[in-house]
Every structure is written in structure tokens, then in C-alpha cells.
């Protein structure tokens, strides 16, 4: 029969691989960045973000950025309208996750554009031009999450002539696919998995100790 420190160690040795196999919360922080570009600083301002609240999408934004008409307002030249350039920005979206699966996405437009980023567990986004005006565009972000395992931590906004900017931070519960497998956005690399260092011990000393 074994004696009780074998029983002790084989207890301890499942209770570590029961450890080791529970999902850690997942923590994602979230960087969106609507902003002008410098080539055209003066011609194009952002003018509003508008925050437009419903049930299935609680955090739309509305971003619409103009020609800067009042680069002549106090110019005589009568060509001066014509020679302020077509609205223009860049869009950029970070996360970082604490799993390490980070996520960005960047692009230049001269349009219109709707931006939908979903975050739990893994970040994804998708953008869609759309039809807009010469003189203004309206960027239509739609930021979302799966309610059953993810949770908005925090979510603010600040908003500047040359820049509109949201950080948020999301804790997933359940930071794995069903295959029990992390992965990140778009790659479908699994991300490997360290079980505590106790756990390696005691397997390793498991074999020996029973042998004796």
C-alpha cells in the first residue's frame, strides 16, 4: 500500500494539473485613434463625435470632420476657398491583450468610412467605405462586445480639432476557444500555454517517488 506521503504527493500533483488547466482572465486594452494628418493641418477640422446609444450597439460614434472654411475668413484673396484641400484622415485602432495577441489597424481616407471593432476574447475589425460628400466625412465607429463572457472595465473620450481618440479596457472570462487553445487575431497561431512550475515539478518527482 502506498504511505501517506505518496497519497499526499499524488493529491497535490492533480490539484496543480486542475490549476494549470483554468482559463485566466483576459485583459485588453483598446486605442482608437480618428485624427488629422499633417499635410493637412488647417484644411480639415474634426467638428463633432457624437455618441449614438442603442441597445445591440451601445458605444456608435459618429465622427464628422469639414473643410476648414475658416482658413478665409479673413483672407481677400477670392480664390482662397478653392485652394483649401479636400477633408482628410487617418484612422488607427491598438490593442494589446495581456495574452500578448495584439491587434492594429491603420488607413488613410479621403471618405467616408464605417469601422466596426469587436473585442472577446479576440479583437477584430472591419472597415467599409462609404459613400460621403467631397467636403466632409463621417467616420462611423461601432464598438462592440460579447456580453456573456467580456466586460467593459472603462471607456472614455476626448475630443480636439485635429484629433478624436477612445481608449477602453475589456476583462474576458474565458480567455480560450473551445479547443482550449489561445489564439490571437486573424493568424490562428496557438499561443502556448505555462503550466505553474510546481505542477512540472511534481510530475517529474511523481514516477521516482512511487517507485520507492
Do not use: W
Request: aromatic letters at 2%; charged letters at 15%; hydrophobic letters at 40%.
Amino acid at each position: 500500500m502506498m504511505d501517506c506521503g505518496r497519497k499526499t504527493l499524488i493529491v497535490l500533483t492533480l490539484c496543480a494539473l486542475v490549476g494549470a488547466n483554468e482559463a485566466q482572465p483576459l485583459l485588453t486594452n483598446l486605442d482608437i485613434l480618428v485624427s488629422v494628418p499633417s499635410t493637412h493641418i488647417g484644411d480639415t477640422k474634426i467638428v463633432s463625435a457624437v455618441l449614438n446609444v442603442t441597445a445591440a450597439h451601445p458605444f456608435r460614434y459618429t465622427v464628422v470632420a469639414q473643410k476648414n472654411q475658416t482658413q478665409c475668413i479673413n483672407s481677400t484673396d477670392p480664390l482662397c476657398p478653392s485652394l483649401i484641400q479636400p477633408p482628410a484622415l487617418d484612422v488607427s485602432v491598438s490593442s494589446r491583450a495581456s495574452n500578448d495577441k495584439n491587434v492594429t489597424y491603420s488607413a488613410s481616407i479621403n471618405g467616408s468610412l464605417a469601422l466596426a471593432v469587436h473585442v472577446g476574447p479576440e479583437v477584430s475589425v472591419r472597415p467599409q467605405m462609404v459613400s460621403g460628400g467631397n467636403d466632409t466625412i463621417t467616420v462611423l465607429l461601432d464598438i462592440t462586445y460579447n456580453k456573456d463572457n467580456t466586460e467593459r472595465r472603462s471607456l472614455s473620450s476626448r475630443l480636439r480639432p485635429t484629433v478624436f481618440r477612445i481608449s477602453a479596457t475589456f476583462i474576458t472570462g474565458i480567455a480560450e476557444e473551445d479547443d482550449g487553445k489561445q489564439t490571437g487575431h486573424g493568424n490562428g497561431e496557438p499561443a502556448l500555454r505555462s503550466a505553474p512550475l510546481c505542477a512540472l515539478i511534481l510530475l517529474a518527482l511523481l514516477p521516482v517517488l512511487l517507485l520507492k
